[in-house]
């Protein structure tokens, strides 16, 4: 086995032992509000930096291209309440229309 397989079986090792424990938490402990809070507030940021690292961000230099132009029209449709399946395709659009202007 090379180390590359040793360290996907450690990452998934320590995924299992994540998520056993997080049912192993009393409910006591859930029901404060502070975790409710923490919570929302550490899914909006993971997502949002995942988000700004899959647009800006190519191997270890940081770029503009098409997938700006798909995420600025996207966040409008979302702005202006379009259903899920009307933002994927408005980004869809802007994107292919900004690789056809050369972006």
Excluded: Q
């Excluded at 507030?41 to 132009?69: H, P, Q």
């Excluded at 600025?72 to 009307?86: G, T």
Aim: proline content about 3%; hydrophobic content about 65%; some cysteine.
């Amino acid at each position: 086995m090379t180390d590359l397989w040793l360290w996907v079986l450690a990452a998934c090792g320590i995924a299992y032992v994540t998520k056993l424990a997080g049912y192993l938490v009393p409910e006591s402990l859930l029901d404060r509000p502070w975790v409710g809070t923490v919570s929302a507030g550490l899914t909006v940021g993971l997502l949002t930096s995942l988000v700004v690292a899959n647009t800006f961000v190519s191997g270890s230099a940081v770029i503009v291209d098409a997938r700006v132009a798909a995420l600025v029209a996207a966040a409008v449709a979302l702005w202006l309440r379009a259903p899920y399946l009307v933002v994927v395709l408005v980004g869809a659009a802007a994107a292919a229309l900004a690789r056809i202007a050369g972006l």
